[in-house]
């Protein structure tokens, strides 16, 4: 990966982040979102990490739908505008050029938590010695449970077959040599190398190209949950040789809660029927699929791994939302964001370097290893502090024991949002 810079000179007043807003050239995107209100004001909002704001252009685009309903009923499988037959196509382009993959090689489906079991199902091969599956330290809740419920189908102990990182005693992410070392360390022991991409908790960006190529090298499949990444962070999948990877869309995707999530799955194994998985009749080839064949042909690509038709309303928020990644460009967003996220990094050092407080930023310094979101490990008054910010329109988020996450998105944050956020967590902790 290529270093990267910061190439601003940061100051901490009002005057200077309105600057920073006029000069930036994503700074139109702000309004086409719907920002919420706190007491009649836009608020400070830092949780695009876990539900993204809602697309002014996403509530014609699911009427549209809604409305070839009502007119056309069943019809609208072939005759609505966006025939929904074939709808989870219409995404595919946007989804490849964020990811770093080719249209084939991605599909919207499901949601992230049932596309991490059915890619577990192709992917997660025990065999003889070669049964345990590697996690980053502290994965997210639900893809642990995943696992551990996949190593048991497989008559196995998770306790035994898990292997979790841990970082070094005082630190708090986990050094890409470090992780490397360990896939070596347990070689052929390893039948899946499974890591989020971002860390939900800590922020920490991992070097997928590397892990790849060292999961592959102790002869393992690698697969990433994108969760925390897709939207945020450059990605190469395909080049990368990546095997597979899930993500959900209401995040950084901006596509609405609960929205449809998505999967990955590399030229090299989607063209390969042979691969184990769970199948129903929306990944069997398109061409006989109303012939009702009695075998399962599956299409080629990732689309083959579909089960069910696809859910067309939340399709159609999460295209009207990728409509707007086509315009920004993933490049553009990730200047801007680094800038950002650096900004709110300098801004916080001041503060706490004027006021005394010593509250650290668990999340690596480097550009390359994060994306928007800084997770501050705060002290025992942390949860009065966090609750402040609420009361003052702040909207970010807690997690216990003491850590506020807050995420600067490039798409409608701004740098003025910034420095408010700064005044307000100042006068918070006095
Ligand atoms: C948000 C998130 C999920 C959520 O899973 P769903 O199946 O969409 O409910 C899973 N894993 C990670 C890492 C996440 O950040």
């Known amino acids: 990966m290529k270093t990267i810079e910061t190439k601003m000179k940061f100051e901490n007043n009002q005057k200077y982040a309105q600057e920073a807003d006029a000069q930036d050239p994503l700074k139109s995107f702000r309004s086409k979102f719907h920002i919420p209100q706190h007491k009649g004001k836009d608020c400070i909002y830092f949780t695009g990490n876990s539900l993204g704001l809602l697309p002014k252009n996403t509530e014609k685009a699911v009427l549209q739908e809604l409305e070839d309903w009502r007119k056309m009923g069943v019809e609208g499988h072939m005759n609505a505008k966006n025939p929904w037959f074939y709808y989870h196509n219409f995404v595919s ?10 249209p084939t090689e991605v599909v919207a489906m499901n949601s992230l938590t049932v596309n991490l079991n059915l890619m577990m199902v192709s992917f997660y091969q025990p065999n003889g010695n070669r049964k345990r599956i590697l996690v980053e330290n502290n994965p997210f809740p639900s893809d642990y449970y995943a696992i551990e419920q996949q190593i048991k189908f497989h008559g196995h102990d998770p306790e035994e077959c898990i292997i979790e990182l841990k970082p070094g005693s005082d630190e708090h992410s986990l050094s890409t040599t470090s992780i490397i070392k360990s896939i070596e360390k347990y070689g052929d022991e390893i039948a899946l190398v499974l890591i989020g991409g971002v860390n939900f908790y800590t922020g920490q960006f991992f070097d997928l190209e590397k892990i790849t ?11 990433f949950d994108l969760a925390h990444a897709i939207g945020n962070v450059p990605l ?7 095997d597979f990877a899930v993500w959900c869309t209401y995040k950084y995707l901006n596509s609405g809660p609960g929205s449809v999530g998505g999967a990955f799955v590399h030229e090299r194994h989607g063209n390969n ?3 184990p998985r769970m199948s129903g009749w929306w990944g069997n080839d398109e061409e006989s699929r109303f012939e009702f064949p009695k075998n399962f042909e599956p299409q080629t690509g990732a689309a083959g791994w579909q089960m069910s038709n696809a859910p067309v309303l939340s399709l159609a928020a999460h295209k009207a939302a990728l409509e707007i990644f086509d315009e920004a460009g993933m490049q553009a967003l990730r200047e801007k964001s680094i800038q950002l996220t650096a900004y709110m990094e300098f801004i916080l050092k001041d503060i706490w370097k004027r006021s005394g407080v010593s509250f650290t930023v668990i999340t690596p310094k480097s550009p390359e290893e994060r994306g928007c979101q800084l997770s501050i490990l705060t002290g025992p008054d942390g949860k009065k502090i966090f609750e402040k910010l609420t009361a003052e329109g702040v909207v970010a988020d807690w997690r216990n024991p003491n ?14 949002d910034i420095y408010n956020f700064g005044r307000i967590i100042e006068s918070a902790s006095n």
């Open 213 to 223: 190529t060292a999961a592959h090298d102790a002869g393992a499949f690698v697969g």
């Open 236 to 242: 190469a999948l395909n080049n990368w040789g990546v």
């Open 403 to 416: 850590v506020i996450r807050v995420a600067p998105v490039p798409l409608y944050n701004t740098f003025e």
């Open 273 to 275: 029927p042979e691969l």
């Open 93 to 102: 382009d946007s989804l490849a050029k964020i990811v770093g993959a080719k």
